[in-house]
């Protein structure tokens, strides 16, 4: 059975550093790319970022600089590390593969002093 | 970058009704677009792939069509499960995998 399963997500402040963490089983992270996706409370969905299986990385202009996905295979596992963090970073974070038929549940992240 | 535009942002409707939402995409994307469901503090569901591909057990009162630039998702007996945010999102490029805005189906 395929599952995606994030953690990592609390309160910090703003400049804070966070990293985020999306576990997969039923599949390999691997094989296709991965995403994470993320909704500001009341609003709509946002791309965040994509790892390619070739490792390779892009990022949304609104992050760019400031997060950087990676992926341990050993793990099965993608990760989201936030850096700078700012209040308009504050959302659930969901990963998604690349079909996008499969989420993980979410976590949330609230960046407030 | 590419930006997907969605109508209308929200609407009401009784169970019954035919529902029609429209996706705009900025440039042609093909068929790669995907519609998805999401209710209150859960994950995104895909309905929809590749413009008008169902996925493996969605209801066939949904349904999706276009190409290019233009598409659409309807509903063609809204049922009382299917109140809730749709959003279309494009797969053709993958910097950024832009998300439309939304579309809320509310109960009349």
């Known amino acids: 059975e395929v599952q995606l399963v994030e953690s990592g997500g609390t309160l910090i402040q703003p400049g804070g550093s966070l990293t985020l963490s999306c576990t997969a089983s039923?599949?390999?992270?691997?094989?296709?790319?991965m995403t994470w996706v993320r909704q500001a409370p009341g609003k709509g969905l946002e791309w965040v970022s994509l790892i390619f299986s070739s490792g390779g990385t892009f990022y949304a202009d609104s992050v760019k600089g400031r997060f950087t996905m990676s992926r341990d295979n050993s793990k099965n596992t993608v990760y989201l590390h936030m850096n700078s963090l700012r209040v308009e970073d504050t959302a659930v974070y969901f990963c998604?593969?690349?079909?996008?038929?499969?989420w993980g549940q979410g976590t949330l992240v609230t960046v407030s002093s | 970058d590419i930006q997907m535009t969605q109508s209308p942002s929200s609407l009401s409707a009784s169970v019954g009704d035919r529902v029609t939402i429209t996706c705009r995409a900025s440039?042609?994307?093909?068929?790669?677009l995907n519609w998805f469901q999401q209710k209150p503090g859960t994950a995104p569901r895909l309905l929809i792939y590749a413009a008008s591909t169902l996925q493996s057990g969605v209801p066939s009162r949904f349904t999706g069509s276009g190409s290019g630039t233009d598409f659409t998702l309807t509903i063609s007996s809204l049922q009382p499960e299917d109140f809730a945010t749709y959003y279309c999102q494009q797969s053709y490029y993958t910097r950024p995998l832009a998300f439309g805005g939304g579309t809320k189906v509310e109960i009349k």
């Open positions: 998604a593969r690349e079909e996008f038929d499969y």
């Open positions: 440039q042609s994307i093909s068929k790669y």
């Open positions: 039923g599949f390999t992270v691997s094989s296709n790319y």
